[in-house]
């Protein structure tokens, strides 16, 4: 079936510094990523919505100076969280559509000392 | 905004009890998704709804779409240790291909 990749799997960085990961659809083309964050025991919050060589649409109260999306190709969308600070520490966790079914990556666990 | 809302936040039943979880949007909805996400583990897909008043099974599982697209229920018949985890729902608003998850409901299943 489909796979969503994401990369790094956990990242630990010094406050003030920025950090990408990296969201990769296998085995399909997604025209349409998205980013979540999910904080310790709550629910997911879609933070944007990424599309294929466009700019990426932001939800109300993300920062997009903050959180650099970048969709470069059908399978790779990057997220940049710049000027890392603690209150940024979370899981994020990208997903893909096929059109009619979404699969979500494995997540990364950013923690920023 | 959109807000999707599910209760009971966490359930502890035994092992064989059933268990039901409710999941309600504050807007109509085209269609809805259900998710399973372990602890650490990523959210997982379960099945998506669509029709007014659409029930689908799988296996112990029984999904429900209200009729009036705004409410969804997911019932599992005598829980196993398995079924451990937290269920989502994510309810997309018309046209718009976002998600936006419900606040979930954590199963705890005691042997």
């Known amino acids: 079936g489909a796979v969503v990749s994401q990369h790094p799997s956990w990242v630990i960085c010094k406050s003030g510094t920025s950090v990408k990961i990296e969201c990769r659809s296998l085995d399909f083309q997604a025209t349409t990523m998205f980013w979540y964050r999910q904080f310790p025991k709550q629910s997911l919050m879609l933070m944007a919505t990424?599309?294929?060589?466009?700019?990426?649409?932001?939800e109300q109260g993300v920062e997009k100076d903050k959180f650099l999306i970048n969709h470069a190709s059908l399978t790779l969308s990057t997220l940049t969280v710049t000027s890392a600070h603690p209150e940024d520490s979370s899981f994020y966790i990208c997903?893909?559509?096929?059109?009619?079914?979404?699969?979500f990556g494995p997540g990364t666990r950013l923690t920023v000392t | 905004g959109q807000q999707v809302m599910q209760i009971p936040q966490y359930q502890h039943v035994q092992e064989g009890e059933d268990f039901t979880t409710y999941c309600n949007s504050s807007t109509t909805l085209s269609n809805i998704q259900w998710y399973k996400q372990r602890p650490g583990g990523h959210p997982v897909f379960l099945i998506q709804?669509?029709?007014?008043?659409e029930v689908k099974k799988q296996k112990r599982l029984t999904f429900q779409f209200g009729e009036a697209k705004k409410n969804s229920s997911l019932h599992i018949t005598a829980t196993q240790t398995t079924d451990v985890g937290t269920y989502f729902c994510a309810g997309e608003a018309s046209g718009t291909y976002k998600y936006i998850f419900g606040t979930g409901t954590r199963l705890k299943v005691l042997a």
């Open positions: 709804l669509v029709k007014s008043g």
């Open positions: 990424s599309n294929e060589g466009s700019k990426a649409t932001y």
């Open positions: 997903s893909a559509t096929t059109g009619e079914t979404r699969y």
